[in-house]
C-alpha cells in the first residue's frame, strides 16, 4: 500500500520462467504478451500500477504500461530501471 492507503500493484511483464528464478519484492506476474486478458483478473482502474522488465534495454515493461494505458489503467507507470536496477542497487530478489 502506499503512504495515502491507494492499492499498490509491482508487475513483471517477463516470462513466467523469468519471473520465478526471481522477481522484485512483493511483484506478481502478468506477462507482457498475456497483459490484456490477465489483468481484469489482477487489476483495479484504481490501483497505482507499476510494471518492470529485465534492464533499461528490455522494452516489454513500456509497452506494457501502454497496453494498461489504453485499457484504462491510467494510474500505471514503468519502472525503467528493472530487474537490473533493483540487482546493481544491492537489493534481493524474492524467488
Keep these: 500500500m502506499m503512504e495515502n492507503n491507494e492499492p499498490l500493484k509491482l508487475i513483471e511483464v517477463l516470462s513466467r520462467e523469468n519471473f520465478s528464478s526471481g522477481h522484485l519484492t512483493g511483484a506478481i506476474n502478468l ?5 490484456e486478458n490477465l489483468a481484469p483478473k489482477h487489476l483495479s482502474k484504481t490501483d497505482t500500477i507499476i510494471v518492470y522488465c529485465a534492464s533499461y534495454a528490455c522494452h516489454a515493461s513500456t509497452n506494457a504500461a501502454e497496453i494498461l494505458l489504453d485499457m484504462g489503467y ?3 507507470f514503468d519502472f ?9 542497487s544491492g537489493l534481493e530478489l524474492e524467488k
Design 80 to 88: 525503467k530501471g528493472s530487474k537490473k536496477l533493483w540487482i546493481d
Design 31 to 35: 506477462p507482457v504478451n498475456e497483459l
Design 74 to 76: 491510467k494510474r500505471t
